[in-house]
């Protein structure tokens, strides 16, 4: 990652994207957390994050400005949530617009499916 560089996090609040928030920071790197709620942002700053984006996986616009600035994007999709697909495509939507050429994707998408 070059120097002054910032990932998104979406996904930010739960575990794993606290994890990922802490790994990402302590390599250096500059995070922008992405949540739905300003009750979430000191929890996200405590465990690395540069700055608090508020967005909703659900709206276009809210996305555009959370992806907004950033060089990479790391997107958490939300687990056993029938809009997975659909908050995927939002966040892929926002990122190309963006002229993003660094996305992961971390989803747990049919984990839990029973043959």
Do not use: W
Request: net charge neutral; glycine share 12%.
């Amino acid at each position: 990652m070059g120097t002054g560089e910032t990932v998104l996090v979406t996904g930010a609040t739960g575990r794993t994207g606290k994890a990922v928030i802490a790994a990402l920071a302590e390599r250096g790197a500059c995070v922008r957390a992405m949540t739905r709620s300003r009750a979430s942002e000191d929890g996200l700053y405590a465990v690395g994050a540069h700055e608090v984006a508020l967005a909703d996986l659900g709206d276009r616009s809210s996305l555009e400005d959370a992806v907004s600035g950033v060089a990479r994007l790391y997107h958490i999709g939300p687990r056993f949530n029938d809009c997975e697909v659909a908050f995927g495509t939002n966040i892929i939507a926002a990122a190309r617009n963006a002229g993003l050429r660094h996305f992961v994707l971390h989803s747990v998408f049919h984990a839990q499916c029973r043959t």
